[in-house]
């Protein structure tokens, strides 16, 4: 008798995942390593569970074809924990959505190697959830591929069950069956091939290898493989490997979806299939729909190959008649799903996890007809229509005029301004003959038809055409980024150029590109100069997610960020008050506790430990590296520095110095405590821990700093209020306040300030006002409003506030007996372009950033022969 393994948490689960053990000792899946049984599968999935802990909690898992990834997978499902499955190739996509959607447990690879990579790290980063989920949502997929986009697909457990079982129905999955891992786990069609097989006790050979690599067949041989799947990429590679040609006698079945197969190539692998005696499936789906809504029947194939062909078994159709299919005849309308697979809805936000259903059917955004043997045809995309000079073009249309006319291989995209075509290179035709076909058929000029020839098309890491690409091929490559642009092409070269990256994709976020405090001022201003505001979290946002309002901002009126405000009127509050133009101090110790803020946003994000103490290291240096050259530069012009103070040790070794010496406490209290934060976060426990109670460590390290704050530890005597040790809790305490997400949060660190500032600055009351004025503006509004001109001189002071402090001390005394207001303005100019350049210099002395390797599409797994 098998047993049924534990009820899942409140009774929610996926049917197929938590009935693993019902298939006994029958090989679940087959990998380079070896197999695995169900019944072990089973067990590990249990144990996984297990790990995951009590309660319903939100699970971020990097996909991956590999038996760990899967284990991860089943056992959240299986347990009743909401997944939230991303490309585990795509790191930049990791980092935007734990950014966006702050998961509860995040599973990390393990240290094994090949498809079976051993037992996942499983991190928790908090106990329990900080999110309300709706009892039926189950699975949380991004409808854009490789991106971060925070708008996701919420997927239930009937939308699972419903989809597996209709595509194991018409598919007439056998438990003999064995289908490759052709595609990426966190790619619907792919996970619909994991599921149905799953659902029918068939095998999974589970390989990240690709089509085009020998050993992959090799395994799909040994593994006695019977089916395979792939989008239209796929059977490129396939003809490029001699697929015809080879011996696959288990073979039973081969599916196609992501994309259209040209009608040519249908009936090809049709026949072929015919021949070789297994079947052709060609499929229509969206995420939206659970992965599948149509399938053409294979006996039908030859016949009509250019239709999707009947709803899948429990889903329907039906046309609803748009604007766009004026003129395209009576019977072509905008194709609608029905059925238990379609989505709950989408989600943009954690709040939304909350939801129930909020669609029920599916407007697919595709125009199709019904031809008379009861089968629907796809005729163009809703969407895609651009109107250039008054005429409604459909670039589908043009994609297909061109293959089934003149046999060429084209992807075309556009806008209102004119059409982009990417064309594979044929012998005879060039741009202009191409564009002379467009313009004849379509009546748009030559100016706006842009045609490129290429020696393939761009694709998405999924296969599937990559559109973005084709349009950024009619954008100049030394294009600046245009005066109030807002567009995702303009803001890309606008982060390519502040953050010095050659990789800056829509698909980027400011944080995992590597931004920092240094550059964050600068792309705040601008994003807000061009967006006409700034849009909230815009630092964990997609580039392509950023979006002007519908009405821009009138007149001058603009927001300015809180830390940014901070960073300006402290600089200029230090250098005012050491010239004794006026007396207000306290700036120093609130940019201590404005840089711990900026640590925690910007350094502490998502990415690998090893990845953060990289970056840490990076931001130390660029704070250290312009201090030391400046340094060294001031001795030879006669300062009273010494080696010490080029070394960033003089804080260190005489800590009761008051002379000219002591000026540089504040950079090298800033380093200390930088390297201190480093060392800790370099430990796997901390880091841990970091990630676990992201508040409540801060608020400890706030704790342990007091204890020096109030001298209730024995340390040699120092200077109190300029010394790394004694000033530390104040950048901790900026780091509690960026991790305060809750009113109670930030009430605790409001009320830890307003307890231990005051004494700090004995009989100076108004430092320790200002202090705590800005700190609870930093805490309490994150934004402050403002004008467009008030933004420029503030990002340029705040940008700049590192160097201005470094040289003032030499600089204000040049012109402090002929004009004190004339040595201030001086002091803040001179830093500003000692901050540009040795920025530029930066630029020029480092490599540049290495170029991301290109990938092969998933024609068949990540890794390219």
Sequence with gaps: MTLLPTPPIGGHALPLAHGLALHGDRTALVTAEGEVSYGELARRVADTARRLGPGRRLVLLPGANTVGALVVHLAALSAGHPVLLVPGDHPEAVAALTAAYDPDVVAHPGSGSGSDSGEWRIEERRSGSAHSFHPDLALLLSTSGSTGSPKLVRLSYDNLQAN??????????????????????HYCYGLSVVHSHLLRGAGLVLTELSVADACFWDLFRTARGTALAGVPYTFDLLDRVGFAEMDLPHLRYVTQ???????????????????????????????????RM???????????????????????????????????GADVGELVYAGPNVMLGYAHTPDDLALGRTVDTLRTGDLARRTDAGLYEIVGRRSRFVKILGLRIDPQQVETMLESRHGLTVLCAGDDEGLALAVVREPRWDERRIRRRVMEEFGLPARAIHVHLLPELPRLPTGKPDYQAVRALSRPHDAGVLPGGA????????????LDRTDVTPDSTFVALGGDSLSYVEMSLQLEERLGHLPTSWHTTPISELRAPERKNRGGRRSLETSVALRAVAIVCIVGSHIQLFE???????????????????????????????????????IALPCVAWTA???????DYDINNVLLLHNALFPQDTGPRIHLWFVEALVYILLATLALLALPSLDRAERRFPYGLPVALVALGLLTRYELVGLPERAHITDAVTVFWLFALGWAAARARTTPHRLLVTLAALATVPGFFPG?????????????????????????RINQVAGLLAASSLSIYLTHWQIYPILDDVSKPLSLVTALLFGIAYAKGADRLTRRLQPLPRLAALRTAWGGGHRTP
């Design 487 to 498: 567009g995702p092409d303009d803001l890309c070269a606008l982060y390519a150029r502040i």
């Design 633 to 639: 530069f001031a001795i030879l012009i006669g300062a």
């Design 764 to 788: 100076e009351p108004r430092r320790e006002a200002f202090v705590l004025i800005g700190f609870v503006l930093l805490v309490w509004f994150p934004t402050l409003p403002s004008h467009h």
């Design 584 to 622: 207000l101090r306290g700036g120093a110790h609130l940019l201590l506790a404005v840089a711990g803020f900026n640590f925690a946003r910007f350094l502490l994000t998502s990415a690998e430990r090893r990845e953060r103490v990289r970056r840490t290291g990076r931001s130390i240096a660029r």
């Design 164 to 185: 597996a079982e209709s595509i194991a129905t018409y598919l007439g999955i056998r438990d003999t069956d064995r289908a490759a891992t052709t595609l990426p786990m």
């Design 294 to 328: 149509a399938y053409l029947p294979p006996e039908l194939a030859t016949a009509h190959p250019g239709t999707i062909g009947v709803p899948v078994p429990g889903g329907s159709f039906s046309l609803e008649a748009v604007d766009e299919t004026s003129g395209s």
């Design 257 to 291: 979806a992501g994309g259209r197969l040209a009608p040519e190539r249908v009936t090809h692998y049709a026949e072929l299939g015919q021949r070789r005696g297994w079947d052709l499936f060609v499929m229509y789906g969206q995420t939206e729909a659970t992965a």
